[in-house]
């Protein structure tokens, strides 16, 4: 495996070990686009390498009514991001980072990260309950280049209590991730193009899956499914796709049931 979770000193803040290992760059930019149709653009990766910078994103996934602000080293770089939400990418300047989570215009921090960054690569940050109902913050690096003609597609399981959890194709006997439990990491695997239902098998005999309906894998696109809920009852995913160049794909879409 090529993504695991590891702590950091500060309070409960979690990193992931490959998002400091290089080969994350991109030489186009980058086009996201989230399930509910919303696209942004950011720049190639060797470009903001020039600059020094590298970009980070947010995923709001604390199940609360209130927004959340993230700092990068005392200076605010994502506000107001409510629950649900995937933010586009920002450039950060700094190599080495301290991050911080707060509610939204509040001054106390609730969780801390500290990570080295490189330059022009992409990383995921994400905002998270703990087992014990504290917050947490964890950063994942983002590969978005799959291999020649396939799709690639990767699931971060962001559900407190959640053990066992496999997705898989609907009507496919082997699921794709299979005991995805919480905070289980977060592997790319590069598939073959396809439009599928995905269903999010819970471990439990009352719990039926979720799927996610008529969802388009298309080559050269990377897929990222995320889930978030309160506990292993209440599970719901949002998705969303980067793709490298300018995006003239069609864009992909999922319906949740």
């Not at 309950?129 to 962001?158: C, F, Y």
């Not at 978030?228 to 209440?234: Q, V």
């Amino acid at each position: 495996m090529n993504s695991v979770w590891r702590k950091t000193a500060i309070g409960v803040g979690l990193a992931l070990t490959a998002a400091c290992t290089s080969g994350a760059k991109t030489d186009q930019p980058v086009i996201t686009t989230t399930d509910q149709g919303r696209s942004t653009s950011s720049p190639a990766g060797t470009e903001t390498a020039t600059r020094g910078k590298s970009l980070v994103r947010l995923v709001n996934a604390l199940p609360s009514k209130r927004a959340i602000d993230v700092s990068s080293n005392d200076r605010t770089v994502f506000s107001a991001v409510a629950y649900k939400t995937v933010t586009p990418y920002t450039e950060v300047g700094d190599n080495r980072v301290r991050f911080r989570l707060r509610a939204a215009g509040a001054d106390s921090a609730q969780a801390d990260n500290n990570e080295t960054l490189i330059d022009g690569d992409r990383y995921t940050i994400v905002a998270l309950r703990d087992e014990h109902g504290g917050v947490q913050l964890r950063i994942v690096g983002d590969k978005v280049v799959p291999d020649s003609g396939k799709a690639r597609i990767r699931v971060i399981n962001t559900v407190p209590g959640s053990k066992g959890v496999d997705i898989a194709v609907q009507g496919a006997k082997d699921p794709l991730f299979q005991g995805a439990d919480y905070a289980a990491g977060a592997d790319y695997k590069d598939i073959d193009p396809t439009t599928a239902t995905i269903e999010i098998r819970r471990n439990g005999p009352s719990l039926r899956p979720i799927l996610l309906k008529s969802m388009r894998f298309e080559g050269g696109k990377a897929y990222t499914i995320i889930l978030m809920g309160s506990g292993p009852g209440d599970i719901q995913a949002i998705t969303f796709d980067d793709t490298v160049g300018d995006g003239s794909t069609n864009l992909s879409s999922a319906n949740q049931s």
